[in-house]
């Protein structure tokens, strides 16, 4: 049985579900895997123990035991699931109006119309997929960790839009590191701390933080110059 759990959303930014199918793929996908000092497969192996078995298994087999685990996960953990997933909604509800504020601060334009989708993980991967606007946050962060890496995600999203229609001039891989160094820079600004009230938890090693910054506007004059 498919396990894809919507809820009714005080958000009206974020679109905020449980997907057991997701963390399947994920799982999938990251089980074993490493990049730089970044652990992906560790993350999943936290959270579900058992599946240390499944990196000495290939293809079907794994796919399986992955399959079955996570299915076993969701079973026993239902109602905490679905609670959590209702306390963060909530979360996010008290926080969106800052968001606004915050975007406001750092760019000309608004954030881009239409809701975003938030697909809570039981697993700390963190991955975001800009086609279909949507992306994964641990379901197990504390409220600062989850605001930190929503705002870190929709940072991500807001580049993007930004760039596809102003920034032509870079690929699409050089458009992606940009958009991940954007929200990494500008989850650490000053206006961060002082509208959201806590230091941000979001970080991914490996992108760096351009400061100080202050506007949207300073960090595409940057990129440029060390691009030209």
């Not at 759990?5 to 974020?14: D, E, G, H, R, T």
């Not at 938890?201 to 004059?221: C, N, R, S, T, Y």
């Amino acid at each position: 049985m498919c396990y894809h759990k919507v809820m009714a959303n005080k958000s009206k930014l974020l679109d905020i579900r449980l997907n057991k199918e997701l963390d399947k793929k994920t799982a999938e996908h990251f089980l074993g895997f490493s990049f730089g000092n970044l652990n992906l497969g560790s993350c999943i192996t936290q959270t579900l123990p058992s599946l240390e078995i499944a990196l000495s298994l290939n293809g079907v087999k794994q796919n399986r035991l992955i399959s079955k685990e996570i299915d076993n996960y969701y079973f026993l953990y239902k109602e905490a699931l679905e609670t959590k997933a209702k306390e963060l909604d909530a979360v996010w509800s008290s926080y969106e109006k800052k968001f606004e504020r915050f975007i406001s601060k750092i760019s000309d334009k608004s954030f881009p119309k239409g809701k975003v989708t938030l697909y809570l993980s039981i697993f700390d991967s963190g991955n975001n997929f800009m086609d279909s606007k949507s992306f994964q946050v641990w379901i197990g962060k504390n409220e600062e960790g989850f605001v930190s890496s929503v705002v870190f995600e929709l940072l991500c999203f807001y580049f993007d839009w930004y760039a596809k229609r102003n920034l032509k001039h870079f690929s699409d891989d050089e458009r992606w590191h940009l958009t991940e160094q954007f929200a990494n820079t500008f989850t650490h600004v000053e206006a961060f701390e002082k509208i959201f009230g806590f230091i941000a938890q979001a970080d991914v090693p490996g992108f760096g933080l351009m400061m100080p910054f202050k506007h949207i506007d300073e960090f595409i004059l940057q990129v440029t110059e060390v691009g030209s």
